[in-house]
């Protein structure tokens, strides 16, 4: 599996940004995907995940109620609806599914201004 994440860049605190995670080489349907997130200086974080089957989705506590997590099927595609950005939302990220292996993404870099 390759996923490919985009829609990362730059914006003032209070905006949005809408993160994109395309597979290629094997269907996500069924699989839960997250998004993680690593900001410079820290460890890799949890951020959001929506589960295969049902679609649940689990946040963290700090982007809980402004960040959406999402998926297309049919695109082989989850996203990340991030609103209300805080500057302590700046980080590289990432996603991530569990198949018979852990794949991640490239990561893509969210830079929030102050």
């Known amino acids: 599996v390759q996923l490919q994440a985009s829609g990362g860049g730059l914006v003032q605190a209070g905006g949005s940004l809408k993160l994109s995670c395309t597979a290629s080489g094997s269907s996500l349907r069924g699989y839960t995907v997250a998004w993680f997130r690593q900001a410079p200086g820290k460890d890799r974080e949890f951020v959001a995940a929506?589960?295969?089957?049902?679609?649940?989705?689990t946040y963290q506590d700090s982007v809980s109620g402004r960040f959406t997590i999402s998926r297309d099927n049919a695109k082989n595609t989850v996203y990340l609806q991030m609103n209300s950005l805080k500057f302590e939302d700046t980080a590289v990220y990432y996603c991530n599914v569990v198949t018979i292996k852990n794949y991640w993404g490239q990561g893509t870099q969210v830079t929030v201004s102050s």
């Open positions: 929506i589960r295969g089957r049902s679609s649940r989705t």
